[in-house]
């Protein structure tokens, strides 16, 4: 793994050991510098075509910006925290995200930095959502409960990335490998419960074992390569790529429950960003869901409708 990894390395207090840690969390500060990287690399690409990357860039950098100005408190962290352990009903999520400044803060933050660039319609909508503390609750409850189809997709795409700045600071925080066993053998984040962006298999010191990334709270968490990582089923699992097998962006197809998840072979080309590198091979999806498989997880850049 290179030195600007934002993966920390493993403990190697104990050689010989071969400790798999159940959770990795997040250096945000090198993972958004990684995501800026490679959002702007497509954006390149693309020329023209490249507006939507070049949008997503502002909004990292906005995010990397805010945390770096605004560090969350370990007092608000702990509220944020006691957030996680428990399945809310929706007014009750809303009253105590109403009671949390700081994602408010952090997406009226967001919105001042990426509004300019963005036709003013579209700029509008997301300040005027920024005045109206209850309404942006309302809108946040419905995102972190995962009903995606309540909200307009441009607004989703900055409050996630507001609230993201939140939740990865608190769990980070708060981070204990103490997890229960259970709890890492979920399709979903054990850490905050949001669904995962992708797969990831790891190089260096962690060589082939794979991590699911949250959509979220940027944490990874361990699931064992064999199986599925939504029915645990290990039957039938398949891997494609659009061009060689040696393809460091592949596709887990599970035959038993039909979900795919994404895989990104950090061991093949450790360059990639989960979020990033999604966003630019969404052809792959297109291809294996006319085969009939179906997204598992979330990329927060493009939400589904
Ligand atoms: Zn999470
Ligand atoms: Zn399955």
Known sequence: MLHSSDIVAPDK???????IDPVIFPVLDKLYARRIQRLSTQADALGENGEYFRFLVH??????????QNPLGPDEAATVRTLLDQKRDHAHLQASLLNIPYWQAAYTALVGQVAPILPSTVGDKLTALSADKEQLAHTATHLLHLDYPQVDAGVSVVLWAALSTCWAQAVSLGQTQDLPPSTTQSAHCPCCNAPPVASLV?????????????????ARWHRVRAVCVDCSSSGQIE?????????????ETCGDCTTYIKT?????DPELEAVADDLGSLSL????????FKRVGLNPFSFPV
């Open 59 to 68: 909004l990292v950098q906005a995010q990397q910006q805010y945390i770096a």
């Open 239 to 251: 891997h494609w790529t659009l061009d060689d097998a040696k393809s460091a962006i592949q596709i």
């Open 13 to 19: 207090r104990t050689p010989g050991v071969a400790k």
């Open 202 to 218: 790891l190089g260096g010191a962690r060589e082939g074992l794979r991590y699911l990334q949250c959509s979220l709270c940027e």
């Open 264 to 268: 990104f072979r950090l061991d093949y």
């Open 285 to 292: 999806d297109a291809a294996i869901e006319t085969e009939g």
